[in-house]
């Protein structure tokens, strides 16, 4: 038994050497790939080298301890193209932060599952589409900016279950419906001033007021 338990496990010891020399790091890949669809005309990405053993030395990316990615600093970069889906496998990123460039197309929805992040800073982009309801589930977000983009449809009602949300920018948008008045955007009297909500919707020519209370919320007809 102890003999064929030894067997097995030089031929797993093996099977590990054999392995490429780089084990893979995921965050690095998806770093990568959302790199791949961008325009770069200052250079601002290029120590992104995915043949470094995790993303942790490239610039604008800062890990935890544990050499996972907690930030990626892109502001004011110039940089254009898409965001992907890839964003979602950084799953310990605290900041998003990709305010003040280019970027187009919509918003993925899998940035719903970075459980992780304080502040989705993707303010002033040229970003297109809805805002996505899978937003609602970041639920240790506390600024999110979407200001100044080309963004449309309604505000999505779950967004209220954003209970640690402090600030949150819609601005300069072209939104449409009404405010949700519930959770985090209550002003209800009883909030501590701590948790006060800064928000703005200014420049929204198609959202209306906050709807009423008492009325059932929906989200057709805009
Ligand atoms: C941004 O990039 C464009 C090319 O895409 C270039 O013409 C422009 O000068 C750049 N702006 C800055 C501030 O670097
Ligand atoms: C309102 O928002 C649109 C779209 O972002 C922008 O183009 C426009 O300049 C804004 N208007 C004002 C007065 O800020």
């Known amino acids: 038994m102890a003999a064929r338990r030894a067997v097995a496990l030089v031929a797993l010891l093996a099977l590990a050497a054999a392995a490429p020399a780089r084990a893979s790091n995921d965050e ?20 992104w080298d995915p ?12 890990c935890n301890q544990a050499s996972r990615v907690e930030r990626l600093d892109l502001g004011n970069s110039n940089i254009s193209g898409s965001l ?10 605290k900041y998003l932060e990709l305010y003040r460039n280019n ?8 940035l719903g599952k970075l459980k992780n992040l304080i502040s989705l800073d993707l303010y002033a982009n040229k970003l297109t589409g809805s805002i996505p309801k899978s937003l609602s589930k970041l639920s240790s977000l506390r600024f999110m ?11 999505p ?11 949150i920018d819609l601005s300069n948008n072209d939104l449409c419906g009404t405010i949700p008045v ?19 919707f200014e420049n929204n ?18």
């Open 28 to 47: 690095g890949d998806a770093l990568y790939a959302l790199r791949q669809r961008l325009k770069d005309p200052n250079g601002v990405l290029q120590s």
């Open 51 to 62: 043949t470094l053993v995790n993303p942790c030395t490239w610039f604008h990316v800062t």
């Open 84 to 93: 992907g889906p890839e964003l979602g496998r950084l799953v310990n990123l």
């Open 103 to 110: 970027f187009d197309g919509e918003i993925p929805k899998e």
């Open 145 to 155: 900016r979407l200001n100044n983009n080309k963004l449309t449809g309604s505000i």
């Open 157 to 167: 009602r779950e967004l209220a279950k954003l209970s640690n949300l402090k600030v």
């Open 182 to 200: 519930d959770g985090p955007f209550s002003t209800f009297p009883l909030r501590s001033a701590n948790t006060a909500l800064l928000f703005s």
């Open 205 to 222: 020519s198609r959202l209306n007021g906050p709807e009423l209370q008492g009325l059932v919320a929906y989200d057709s007809g805009c």
